[in-house]
């Protein structure tokens, strides 16, 4: 997959702009506060309706303007044109000049991924952070993965309302049981190919670690989650919520039994963030033929120039689209064998650079 063309309006300092893209290697370089995290924010918007830096539609929209767009033309096995409008009220989206209603409909066609300064809270901050990772994976490779999931969260939330009414489960813990059981066997069947992929890329990208990879599904597994349920029926009643299930569920990532987001360094996390965002990517490609856009805010930060360039050998060997962000001149980057295209931002205005 591969954006080939942008169009942006009204989003932060950028004004208008419109680029053709290397379908390999994307550089943005510029000063701070010039616009470089504002054109990845208009990429991310194309796969996600929305900005990845904030929720507030006033901190996004340029100064003055009520509503911005974001237009791109995209490839892979098929051409698709994705439109983006929005306003303080409403976000509209379109595809091939047909209305969609969800937002999961341009997600599923622009498999993309993103590395930020924060990236590192996948590691070091509750399991919301790691699930969130692992649903990318499982909803693009499993497509009927999005249906599942749904039926569960249907009887989680029918549940939860009976728990705070005090009424009788026994029926429910039936459905949720069923439908938690099924998520979590395509959630762990995932993690056992990613962890087989991660190890690949830790090993390519030198880390002298052996990172364990282990998936918590939310209760024993050797227990049906209905008869869990059953007996923790009383207790739940007391919290007022299901405290056993695929919601409770978290992605362990260890060395040596101990939890990587303490004992790792900002540069050591970076790297292993690395990895997975590779390993993800490699098996989206195994499973579907898809290879994801990586967008990479910073990649300088908390990187020598030796493992920045094992970051950037992998993702080119994988043959991944790369937008990446840097305040250091493109002569940084050594991209050799790839097609390349840098751009340059001053004050909200884009120009296309050449090495």
């Known amino acids: 997959m591969s954006i080939k063309y942008l169009k942006v309006e009204n989003i932060r300092n950028i004004a208008v702009a419109e680029l053709d893209f290397s379908r390999h290697f994307n550089l943005i370089s510029g000063a701070n506060g010039s616009g470089k995290s504002t054109l990845l924010e208009a990429i991310y918007m194309i796969a996600r309706a929305r900005s990845y830096r904030s929720n507030r539609f006033g901190s996004v929209v340029k100064s003055g303007e009520r509503q911005l767009n974001v237009f791109a033309k995209t490839e892979n096995k098929q051409q698709h044109s994705i439109g983006v409008e ?104 995932y993690v056992r190919e990613l962890s087989r992929h991660i190890k690949t890329e830790c090993h390519n990208l030198s880390f002298n670690q052996s990172v364990e990879i282990a998936w918590k599904a939310g209760w024993d597994r050797s227990e049906s989650l209905e008869s869990v349920l059953s007996a923790s029926t009383k207790s739940d009643f007391t919290r007022g919520f299901t405290q056993h299930g695929p919601q409770r569920a978290d992605l362990r990532i260890m060395v040596e039994g101990q939890n990587v987001g303490q004992i790792f360094s900002r540069g050591q996390q970076k790297m292993l963030i690395a990895a997975m965002h590779l390993a993800q990517g490699a098996l989206l490609k195994e499973k579907t033929g898809y290879s994801p856009i990586i967008l990479i805010d910073d990649l300088i930060s908390e990187l020598d120039r030796e493992n920045r360039e094992k970051i950037l050998k992998r993702l080119l060997d994988h043959q991944f689209q790369i937008f990446t962000t840097s305040i250091e001149p493109i002569e940084a980057f050594s991209v050799s064998g790839a097609e390349r295209r840098d751009f340059h931002i001053h004050k909200g205005s884009v120009g296309i650079k050449t090495v």
């Open 86 to 189: 929005k306003t303080p009220s409403t976000t509209k989206i379109r595809v091939d000049g047909n209305n969609v209603l969800r937002v999961s409909e341009i997600a599923r066609i622009t498999p993309l991924q993103i590395i930020t300064p924060m990236s590192h809270e996948i590691l070091d901050r509750g399991p919301e952070y790691r699930k969130r990772f692992v649903e990318w994976g499982v909803f693009h490779v499993e497509h009927e993965y999005f249906d599942i999931y749904k039926r569960f969260f249907r009887a989680l939330r029918q549940r939860n309302a009976l728990l705070k009414k005090n009424q009788k489960l026994a029926s429910w813990n039936n459905i949720l049981g069923e439908a938690g059981e099924k998520v979590d066997d395509v959630r762990s069947n």
